[in-house]
C-alpha cells in the first residue's frame, strides 16, 4: 500500500526551486556581505560555562563508560548459554541490548533534553498515541525493515529511542561500516547484538549479507521471543550511505550528473543495492517498510545539522536541537517493485524525492503535515484517528529504569564474593591457611 501525501501542495512543490524561502535570501544576503549579524545557532546561546561543561563531561564519561562496562559484562555472562539452548543466549543477548536502549535514551533525557515531534501519513494512523504522562506509545509491527535519511551523526539514538517507544529496543537491528566492529568493547558488544557489517565491497557483502538476513528470519520460542513464530526484528538501514554533509552532498551531485538525475535539495540520494536485497530476502517474513524522515529544527539551509549539533554542543554544552522532528510512513513490501533493479532504483528514487518535499514543506514551515483524518473500523470497534502532531520528549518510563543495567553485573559480583567467602572458609578449615 502506497503511502499518500497529507498535503496536497507538497507534490506541486517537487520542481519548485526554494528561492522564496527567507532563510534561504538570508543566506544569500550573508555571502554578499549584506548580513550584519551572523545566523544564530539553532541551539541558541551556550548554556554551560567551561567549569560546567566540564563536570557534564566528567559525569557523562562516567555514566556512559560504567553502563557500556556493565553490558559487556552482562554479554560475557550470557556467552556459555549458547552452547547450552541457543533460545537462551539470542533472549540474554537482547536483553542486554534493552539495557542499551535504556542508556540511550536516560542519557539523552539527562545531558540533552529535546522536544520530540511525531507526525505521519494516513499509512500510520492509528500507530501513534500520547500517555495520560506525556510519553509517546508505538503500535508498530514486531518485525519491518525501517529506512530513514540520515541527517546527523546521532539519528540513530533518537531511532532507538523510538524501538523504546514500541517496547523493542531488544531487538533493533542496524548495518554499520566494518570498521566499526573492531573498536575494543563496543565493536565486541555490537557483533554480539547480531548487527550486521558491511565493508561496501557488494562482491564481498553480500554473501554475508544473506548470512545474516536469514539468520533474522529463524524463530526462536525463548523469552523475548516474537508472538507470531518468528523473532522480532527492526532491520535499521540508512539508503543514503552516510548523513548529510559536505562531502556527502558533493558524492551525491556526481552521483546525480553521473546518471543524469536531479540532485536532490535537503536529502542525499539513495543507493538501491542494499536496501533491495534486504527486501527480497525478508519478504516472506516482513510485511511492512517503515519510512522515517528526520529533520532537526532551525537549520538554516545551506547548513548541516552535523556541523551545528555536535556531541559537545548538544550534551555538554547545552544546545541541543529545540524539536526533533519525525514523519512517519509505511509501505506494503509485497507493493514494492523488488523483481528488477532498475525498477525498484527508480521506486525509492520517487520516494525520496517526496522525502525531498517533506523536508522542503519542513524548512517553510518548521513542521511536517500531519494526519488528522479518521477511518471507521469495519469491526465494530473505535475508528482508528490520526494523531495528528505529538509532541514528548525523549525519557524513560521509570525514572529508576537505568539501574536494570547494572543488575547482571552486580549479581555476579555478588557471587563471586561468595563463592571466595566460602573458599576462604574451606581453606581455614583443612588449615591450608
Sequence with gaps: MNSTMTTEGLKQRQRQPPASVPVIKKLREERLG??????????????HGVAK?????????VYFSTSIFAIAITQYIGLPLYFYSKDLFYAWMALSKQHFGIVSTTMTYWWAPVKMRISGDESVRGQFRKTEDGRLECDFPERMVLVSNHQIYTDWVYLWWISYTASMHGHLYIILKESIRYIPILGTGMMLYGFIFLSRKWSTDKERFQHRLKKLSTSHSGPLSGSKGLDPMWLLIFPEGTNLSD?????????ADKNNIEDLRHALLPRSTGLSFC???????????????????????????????????????????????????RFRVADIPTHDEKVFSDWLLARWREKDDLLQYFVENQRFPADEG?????????????????ETEVRPVNWYEWLQIFVPFTALALVINVILKMANIVLKVLRVK
Design 53 to 61: 561543561q566540564a563536570l557534564r563531561m566528567f559525569l557523562f564519561a
Design 34 to 47: 549584506k548580513a550584519t549579524e551572523p545566523t544564530p545557532h539553532p541551539g541558541g546561546k551556550i548554556k
Design 279 to 329: 527486501l527480497q530476502e525478508l519478504k516472506t517474513t516482513v510485511d511492512y517498510m517503515y519510512d522515517c524522515t528526520l529533520a532537526y529544527e532551525g537549520v538554516p539551509v545551506g547548513q548541516y545539522g552535523q556541523d551545528l549539533f555536535t556531541l559537545r554542543g548538544t550534551y555538554f554544552q547545552g544546545r541541543p536541537p529545540k524539536s526533533v522532528n519525525m514523519h512517519w510512513r
Design 247 to 255: 562531502n556527502g552532498r558533493i558524492a551525491s551531485k556526481k552521483w
Design 374 to 390: 479518521v477511518t471507521p473500523n469495519v469491526n465494530g470497534g473505535k475508528p482508528l484517528e490520526g494523531a495528528g502532531w505529538i
